[in-house]
């Protein structure tokens, strides 16, 4: 009796964990290449989830260069990941600053922070409103942001150089 009433208890909670935790294969996926996402449906309970491609971004290899297309101004990390430049498609340096310094940000996670993201960011994309209001309120509308090793992050003014501390994580 005790055999026939553990046997009986086991297929129900087999059962209820099978109803509760769809397997794998009723995962499916798309890409969006227009947003650089993945998309997953669970064709069971009908959830969908997306994950940008690449995100968080691989760290940049120092020294980098990033050129806006707009402008054609090249900004330059140096390569001990803390000082960056702004140049003129002329070729002259418009301004070169410490970010970190500059901002009297304190050591976070790191005693060695470096600069490992320099990218300007999709202002229509919907996540980075907040960014686009924050840059907007202090009168500045051309930027790059900058993310450093600590997670500490930013955006430097294009024409001046100052850096708006965005936060860390």
């Known amino acids: 009796m005790k055999l026939l009433i ?12 099978a109803d509760s935790e769809p397997s794998p294969n009723t995962i499916v996926t798309f890409i969006d290449h227009a947003h650089d996402s993945v998309i997953y449906s669970n ?3 009908g959830s969908n989830w997306t994950r940008k491609i690449n995100y968080p ?27 960056v430049s702004a140049i003129s498609p002329e070729g002259k340096i418009l301004w070169s600053r410490d970010p970190f ?6 050591h976070y996670r790191t005693d060695a922070p470096r ?14 409103q907040w960014i686009v209001n ?15 090793n600590s997670s500490q992050s930013g955006c430097l003014d294009f024409k001046t150089g100052d850096f708006t501390f ?3 994580d």
């Open 115 to 128: 600069i490992i993201y320099l990218s300007e960011v999709d202002k229509t994309d919907e996540p980075h």
């Open 134 to 148: 924050v840059m907007a309120h202090k009168g500045v509308s051309k930027y790059v942001c900058i993310t450093y």
């Open 166 to 168: 965005l936060g860390q």
């Open 57 to 83: 971004p691989p760290p940049i290899s120092l020294p980098y260069t990033f050129r806006d297309a707009d402008s054609g101004i090249v900004f330059y990390v140096e390569s001990d990941g803390r000082h």
């Open 43 to 45: 064709t069971v309970t």
């Open 101 to 106: 310094l500059d901002a009297h940000l304190e």
């Open 6 to 17: 553990s046997t009986f208890l086991a297929l129900v909670i087999y059962t209820i964990a």
